[in-house]
């Protein structure tokens, strides 16, 4: 019986998900069009909301997408192919492509990344009281680096699901991605600062210092400047940032400027637990030995 009325049914299923507003759904999205439209689809009683779903993924052009993340899964259903970055950015609400990712966007990287970075901000935190100390920082980079470990793998991608802190989504804009669809990611500005931030999520500070290259014809650094202090770390990587616009040799010195007439209080790290290093007096800062 439900296998026959649903079958009755389809061609008005089908109508209405092929109309739909969107073509991305949730569980909870798909239960409330079961419930909604099952009267005037005269479905069974009897009939499940997981009999419903599977009947469409057999029979019609629905599709479960399973992403096991290890914090938890998540599924996603589509009506039809959707491009795989349109698809991510419906795992939460306001989230954006970040890191590695954003510097592919920008043509800031000649490398194909294989790994995909998401960012969903955490809600606003206050700022800690401790004030900044040189033996903090020292003992801070001395450790490894807080990285993310919430990933998945999903057709042979590697997915990073970041949960940073909160901006308000500032430097966040709208882009488009390989298929032409819309996508939300970091404006070169905030790209280059958060790789700065986090470089590992970047392939590694000589990536980072080719990306900063690659973006002399695109960035502001008046806003980069700009972004940075509404952002406020508590750390002071605006020293590492001028140091990477020195080393990258492509910007003027009234750039540089930008970045060195900011407060130097305290020596500062390029990366965490480096092994050999040299020192910039300049820029007060500690780098890799042999970085160039």
Known sequence: MAIKRISIAKPDIVALFEDYPQNIFDLSTLNRI????????????????????KYLIK???????????SYGTLVRYTWGDVPLYQLLLSIKPNCY??????????ELTEQIPKTIYINWEQTPKPRPKQKLEQKRIDCAFKRKTRLSQNTAEYQNIKIHFLNGMFTNNLGVTD??????????????????IDITVRP???GGVFEVLKAYRLAHNKVSINRLVATLKKI??????????GFYLETAGVYKQSQLDLLAQ????????LIHQMKGRDYSKKWRLYFPKGFK
């Open 34 to 53: 079961f419930c909604e439209n099952r009267a005037f689809w005269r479905l069974p009683a009897s009939m499940s909301r997981a009999y419903f779903i």
């Open 59 to 69: 029979n019609a052009r629905l599709k479960k997408h399973t992403f096991p993340f």
């Open 262 to 269: 900011l407060e130097m209080k305290y020596d500062f790290y």
């Open 232 to 241: 406020n770390y508590i750390y002071p990587y605006h020293q590492a940032i």
């Open 200 to 202: 590992e999520y970047a």
């Open 175 to 192: 882009g488009i991605g390989p298929n032409g669809e819309k996508i939300r990611l970091t404006d070169v500005e905030r790209t280059l």
């Open 97 to 106: 492509f970040t890191h590695y990712t954003a510097m592919f966007f920008h």
